[in-house]
């Protein structure tokens, strides 16, 4: 399928992904023509860079003949997504933020990845928690501290690292400022709902997903003495959660998440949202563009 529009939206806090986002632009431009590339560089509320790609979606021509590459990390993903999710629009990420997990799973390493002649389409399944998509997971309770006990300039010079050392801070805080949520039979301290094998730049808490998944990973830590989530920790870091002694995991199309008194953060983001809610698996729900697969066949 020929792409005949574009829409490059791209973090604009960050100067990589803006010198990205130039670059694919004069790109697409010398194909297609400067009038059909557009340009969208995010805001500071993520509502008016949903209203922005909306508007735009209802001005192309032809959906199946359109693209969005989203230069940036998992939570510009998920802003896109919001747009793009259950439409023939093709999504192609450009890794340009912290954890990048999204495109690690589409085996996107290089940023000029789409500058390749051999790619290919296909089908991601996604999650949905009320109105809200998710590419990677929906979380609460640490995941949701973690965005709080990590700085820009952690994010920015630490990468993926910035989540450990964040986790590690959290471990060592008071018992009092840590996280309790609720549940009719225990109280736990994380819950995240996936579709993706990682989340938090690179943390893996659902191994056997794949790109076309049937169903959606749970896991939770229940609150516990220090000494025995680091138990956990141990076997998250290890990539192996269900041979951890504490960690409960199970697989559905839904599950419900959360309590009235804990936000809910999706790949890595805020929204209004507590729980309890209910996230369910949308299966094929983006439409993405990759590096074409080589078999050794």
């Not at 629009?89 to 789409?114: C, E, Q, Y």
């Not at 659902?206 to 959606?216: C, F, G, N, S, W």
């Not at 790949?267 to 949308?282: H, K, Q, W």
Request: neutral net charge; hydrophobic residues 45%.
């Amino acid at each position: 399928m020929a792409t005949r529009q574009v829409l490059i939206y791209y973090k604009s806090c960050s100067a990589k992904a803006r010198a990205l986002a130039d670059d694919y632009q004069s790109f697409f431009a010398a194909q297609l023509g400067v009038a059909h590339v557009r340009l969208v560089p995010s805001a500071a509320d993520r509502a008016l860079d949903i209203a922005a790609m909306g508007e735009w979606l209802q001005q192309v021509e032809n959906s199946n003949e359109s693209e969005c590459l989203v230069v940036g990390g998992d939570g510009s993903i998920n802003i896109a997504a919001q747009v793009f999710a259950e439409t023939p629009v093709i999504l192609s990420a450009i890794p340009a933020g912290t954890g990048n997990d999204f495109a690690t799973a589409l085996d996107i390493k290089d940023p000029l990845w789409r500058r390749q002649a051999i790619t290919e389409i296909s089908q991601r399944s996604i999650g949905k928690i009320a109105e809200h998509y998710f590419i990677n997971h929906a979380g609460t309770g640490i995941s949701v501290a973690l965005q709080d006990l990590q700085s820009q300039f952690s994010k920015r010079w630490l990468g993926r690292s910035s989540y450990l050392l964040a986790l590690l801070r959290y471990l060592f805080t008071r018992p009092s400022k840590r996280c309790r949520i609720q549940k009719a039979d225990a109280n736990l301290e994380f819950e995240v709902v996936t579709v993706n094998r990682a989340i938090g730049g690179g943390i893996v808490v659902y191994p056997e997903a794949q790109r076309d998944q049937q169903t959606l990973g749970y896991l939770a830590v229940p609150q516990l003495p220090r000494l025995q989530q680091l138990n956990a920790l141990f076997w998250l870091l290890r990539r192996q959660p269900k041979r951890s002694a504490i960690i409960q995991t199970k697989e559905a199309d839904a599950f419900a998440i959360g309590d009235a008194d804990n936000g809910i953060e999706l790949d890595g983001d805020s929204i209004p949202l507590n729980g309890p809610a209910e996230a369910r698996i949308v299966r094929a729900g983006l439409t993405v563009r990759h590096p074409k697969v080589v078999t050794n066949e």
